[in-house]
């Protein structure tokens, strides 16, 4: 699953490394009901690695810098921390991915740690609409709350002295980082039942479209980018989900947010991948009205917008996961 929690967090860490020093690792990882044949390791600002499956594990030594590295099995992503000599040996179910998580060997207790951490920080992403409801004030106090416990979780560990001030350093920043999350999430919760921000863009077919002439519909908005990967990631599902719904009370709008020098490239994409829905191309990237009026600052963002034209949610769930779907059949029962 993807957390935001563990989003903010490994944002705040991709540059982290020592610049020149070069570290030695080792990687191993036995992976049951595995996603995919390969794991792809990512260092602190660069794509690492990819391992391939032999005899049933992933098996890999290479040279990166100390600091906090991810990988991924195509599905699912974890943090890992690597320095000089590690040795790890990891073991894991990928049914129950940060749950089954274990580390062995030299450098595994960094790891155990950021792999309860995942889950510590799972469990709190759960609570995030009740504390959505919270004001300012109290939603400040409850998340300093939470990270002073995690960094003083952290000081009394024993783990590495680098790690932990490093990880101190950080959580600061992520506590920053969610407090900012969470202010956005509640000013997108309060668009909710207001009339939605227009558009008028060119349509991959020819002419234009406007969010008006949808009226009588729901309408699924994906704003997105030929050059952003997650974007890319989500168009197979919403694929399915257009499909899955065709005939149906609700449009399907992607809203690209390409430059115009790009304009090109965003046709002979949406032509070469086959894409469906309406396809519109947005007429000044970031600062065009529909992406400020909605405050947007990350790709890819969805909506849902009402049959009379109201917003139903500034930020829909996604087409990768199953709340689309029951948000869906509840609209359109």
């Not at 595995?34 to 049933?56: A, C, H, M, Q, W």
């Not at 969010?211 to 309408?219: A, D, I, N």
């Not at 090109?264 to 994409?269: D, G, L, P, S, Y």
């Amino acid at each position: 699953m993807k957390k935001i929690t563990y989003l903010l967090l490994f944002s705040a860490f991709v540059s982290f490394g020592q610049a020149g020093k070069k570290s030695k690792v080792k990687f191993f990882a036995k992976i049951e009901n595995r996603n995919s044949d390969t794991l792809k390791v990512y260092g602190p600002s660069r794509f690492l690695e990819v391992i391939p499956i032999k005899n049933g594990v992933f098996e890999a030594s290479f040279e990166t810098t100390d600091g906090v590295h991810q990988f991924t099995d195509g599905k699912e992503s974890s943090m890992m921390y690597f320095k000089d000599g590690d040795d790890i040996q990891l073991a894991m179910d990928a049914k129950e991915f940060d749950e089954s998580i274990v580390y062995k060997g030299k450098g595994s207790k960094e790891n155990n740690y950021l792999a309860q951490k995942a889950l510590a920080d799972e469990k709190f992403q759960m609570t995030m609409d009740d504390l959505a409801n919270l004001d300012g004030e109290a939603l400040s106090a409850t998340l300093t709350e939470k990270y002073q416990n995690d960094i003083k979780q952290l000081e009394n560990s024993g783990l590495d002295t680098k790690f932990v001030e490093t990880f101190k350093n950080r959580m600061n920043k992520e506590q920053m980082m969610m407090m900012q999350y969470m202010m956005e999430k509640k000013a997108m919760a309060a668009l909710s039942g207001k009339p939605s921000p227009s558009f008028d863009y060119e349509n991959h077919k020819g002419g234009k479209t406007k969010l008006e002439e949808l009226k009588g519909k729901y309408v699924y908005v994906d704003v997105w980018a030929t050059w952003c990967g997650p974007c890319r990631a989500e168009i197979p599902h919403l694929k399915k989900v257009e499909e899955a719904y065709h005939g149906k009370k609700i449009e399907f709008v992607s809203i690209s947010i390409d430059k115009v020098k790009d304009h090109e490239k965003w046709q002979k994409f949406v032509t070469d991948k086959e894409l469906g829905g309406i396809q519109l191309f947005a007429d000044n990237d970031w600062n065009s009205e529909f992406v400020k009026d909605y405050k947007i600052t990350g790709i890819p963002r969805f909506i849902l917008i009402g049959p009379k034209g109201e917003i139903v949610n500034a930020d829909a769930p996604r087409p990768s996961s199953p709340e689309l779907v029951k948000t869906l059949d509840e609209l359109l029962k």
